[in-house]
């Protein structure tokens, strides 16, 4: 009983330290002093290390990978954000940015605080499969990796609105953007709509059933495969590059989202 | 003539591609926002929408086919438009293919400064210059100002020889040829990065077609059988039959899995193949697929239940087993007792009691009792047995357990464009490994009289960035000044 309540515990004390990070991350932000930067990472990292106990702590609970509602959907999705933001930090210099993936991570578990938490050790029967893990976790890993894209052109349209912004630290803000599109484009590709289709198929009889998720998901794909047509045709570089993947972002947050209030095979929550 | 060539043009250029990208996003956007706010039944109750929307507004719902979007005619349009130009640029991309990744030659002229593509340049007198401390100034000033420096064609060839050597440990294929000039080479990386783009745009056709097969000549079928019951295929003189039906269950109560046990049986009714299906694991005979969809409990009926009862405070309980229709008298008394009435999911309603589900939720028995008391009934529930009630008899009532009727609910379906959707499945997911797992970069450059030129000839997966440029030019500064500098010491 303990452990069933232990993770929601430590998802609330993660979040209360990601929201301090957050604004030590605005001082560092104001000041520019490395200090308060230090330090809203040192908490950042403190409160990733909550989360993935939080994590831990129910799968171990339920028995199986925490991603069956959105509930845990949602945290794992914030949790891979997180991790991705401390892993990029050894690469880059990137430590401002946390000003604009922190709250993400924090929108993403405010959403989960409102969705039901109670979770079931028995997965019913259709979440059965080995495509549960492939599809949704790849799934979450995409999404995760557009949302690191989304956060960095925040970034990028912030430092390219200063005159004095060193156009090196630009370009790899735009490296990163396009780096990260080209990581989540293909886990998206074969997790979210190759596995989820083959996983339809095996369960429902049917590849495709247009539902609101799916159709979600393919706007999603449509869109981010426009955005690298674009690029290898040498367009949609920079400020444009940024601004789209800030929309694919809110298209990304309607689709996961979507199956909230809208119904459909994906409601099973 | 001219007109056609236009239009064929036009269909394959990347702009075209593109913008048919950008309306199927967008159309795909907005029948997901029509599918939500229409309603689906709008030709089933067509009066009461009518009525509701007005008729100009009704028809052109009607017309557009906004209630069912991604079946009207202009997704569709759309969708045939997409495909067509998809398959022009296959059959087109062919030849970018093939010179891009497979006819892969040294140039045989190289000209500075053409074009837009990033280049970079180290000469050897600056490398001269770079080699020599200042503390040399004799030997400073004589390279920076004085003498050009003299490079003859074996150090050129010892030049490119370190060049070559420098790309193909990153992973670069070098191909060159020797001119008056100096020496002309190519360099390739991520070969496989065309034919797995080609793969992938290859491999979303065949998808899009096997989809619309699985469309336009797919079937399916929900059917629901007891055990027992036979159902006949469409368009077969097969017919299944189901053997077995269970649903496996937790001890909290939760549904762990349903399972049907079935046969398919020829037209004499004799069983060609056994198939036990479940949710995730279907069945398969020929080009029929059956999956484990839903089940449901008769709501009407059920197979058995037993019935505990008391008489008197003191007395002894007794178990029955009852079926429904069955008049059973109770041993120690002059009664019978006879089920009435089922619901697997009791309520009540303002309108007295319904059945909210055919759902096991709440089942409950209306049994009734006749005998020296009269005739008196009333409902037992498995669940809540606190609210059993039979009023004015001396006996306490209860149900221990009630066997439900279960109904399979199994799909039936039959689909010709699955091993196309698979087919093309897998060879997205092998073009997307190639596509995105290497960067393609093609270098053309000279190592001559003057020094090393090198420019991006062609890139496609990432850019080259000016970090990875200068880290190159950095490196082969380090490589190539050790010819510099053996040269100034033979000339000195």
Known sequence: MIDGVLDISLFWMAFWVYLISFLVFVVFFAVRSRLPGRIAVILFFAALVLHTIGIIARWRFFGHIPLATMFEYSLVLSWIIALSFVLLLFRFDFMISGVVISPVVIIIMVIASFLPKEGSKQLMPALQSYWFYIHITLAALAEGAFLVAAGASVYYLFRSTKTNSDSGDRESVEGLIIKSIRIGYPLFTIGALFAGSLWAWKAWGSFWSWDPKETGALVVWLFYTLILHQQSRGRWEGRTLAIVSIVGFLIILVSFLGNLFLGGLHAYV | MKMKKGIWKGLI??????????????ASALGWVFSEIIPKDINFHEDIYRAKWGNFTFNLVNYLGLHDPFHSFWYRGVLAFFTLSLLLCIITGWKVLIVHSFSFSPPSFLRKGAGKAPAMEISWSKLARS?????????????????????????????????AAYLKGKRYRVKSRETDEGVLFSALRGRWHYPGNMLFHIAILVITIGGMIGSFQGKKEIMYARKGDVLTLYDSPL????DRFNIIQTREGEIRSYITELSFLNSSGDSIQSEKVEVNNPGRYGRYDIYQSTYYVDEEEFAWARITYRVGENGRAESIVIKPGQKIALPSTDWTIEVKGYSPDFRKGKKGYYTGSNRMFNPALRIEIAGSYGHKSGWLFLKYPSFNFISDLPAKFSVDYIEPVYYTGLQISSNPGTRLVILGITMAAVGLLFLFCSSYRLLKGKVGKEGLFIIIARESGGK????????????????????VVANAGKER
């Open chain 2, 13 to 26: 250029t990347g702009r075209t591609a593109v913008m048919l990208i950008a309306v199927l996003t967008l």
């Open chain 2, 131 to 163: 080699g020599i401390e200042k503390k040399d100034i004799l030997g400073y000033y004589e390279k920076a100002f004085g003498r050009e420096i003299e490079i003859d064609t074996t150090q050129i060839s010892e030049g490119y020889s370190k060049v």
């Open chain 2, 239 to 242: 017919s299944i039959r189901v």
């Open chain 2, 464 to 483: 080259i960035s000016k970090r990875e440029i200068s880290g190159m030019k950095k490196d082969l500064n380090i490589i190539l000044r050790d010819i």
